[in-house]
């Protein structure tokens, strides 16, 4: 029997799978709709999504919301967002190769059961992992990569976190992939 997005989620929020269900509020599954065209898929919770339970909901999720309406013209219940760990790291390290490994199903799910027409991966981490490549974002970016297991294509950017840091420049780089996205999304 296959499960819906939602019983994969009631299942993934008891999840122990690996040590960073121990730092854990809540598990942060992902948020949208069930059959969205478009994903985004960002690094882990950071200590706003663990609190809320919901992903991108602190200072990189608000500019996410922004440049989204004003580049694809969507809002997040139209999309569908998730990371690719589900529980917090603590004091936001990064994923450890054995986390991202154990979580890496619960990921798989979502993209096959929402089966999304294109990706968005925002930064390095869920870059590198969906392309499976060690280059690194900023030589990735501005083009699209058919994902043929997901038939879906993969658009790779800057993760927002970053474009806050790095400013004008990296900002107008994002809006030029999530343009990308638009123009992948339509028929
Ligand atoms: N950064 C991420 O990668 N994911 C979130 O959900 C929030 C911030
Ligand atoms: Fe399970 Fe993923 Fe949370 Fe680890 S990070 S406990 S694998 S949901």
Request: proline share 7%; hydrophobic share 40%.
């Amino acid at each position: 029997m296959t499960l819906t997005l939602a019983q994969v989620g009631a299942e993934a929020a008891r999840c122990t799978k690996c040590g960073l269900a121990n730092g854990r509020t809540q598990v942060v599954f992902g948020m949208g709709s069930p059959d969205a065209d478009l994903m985004f898929v960002g690094e882990g919770p950071g200590a706003e999504e663990d609190k809320q339970g919901l992903p991108f909901v602190g200072r990189s999720g608000k500019l996410l919301d922004r440049l989204m309406a004003e580049e694809i013209g969507m809002t997040r219940d139209q999309c569908y967002i998730a990371n690719v760990v589900k529980c917090r790291p603590p004091d936001n390290r990064d994923p450890k190769p054995e986390e991202v490994a154990a979580c890496r199903p619960w990921l798989e799910s979502q993209i096959r059961l929402i089966a999304p027409r294109v990706i968005v991966s925002l930064g390095n981490f869920s870059s590198k992992l969906l392309l499976d490549t060690t280059t690194g974002i900023t030589k990735l970016r501005g083009q699209s990569y058919p994902l043929p297991d997901a038939d879906a294509v993969l658009i790779p950017t800057f993760h927002p976190a970053a474009v806050l840091r790095g400013g004008g420049l990296q900002e107008a780089q994002m809006r030029s992939d999530l343009v990308r996205a638009r123009l992948a999304m339509a028929p």
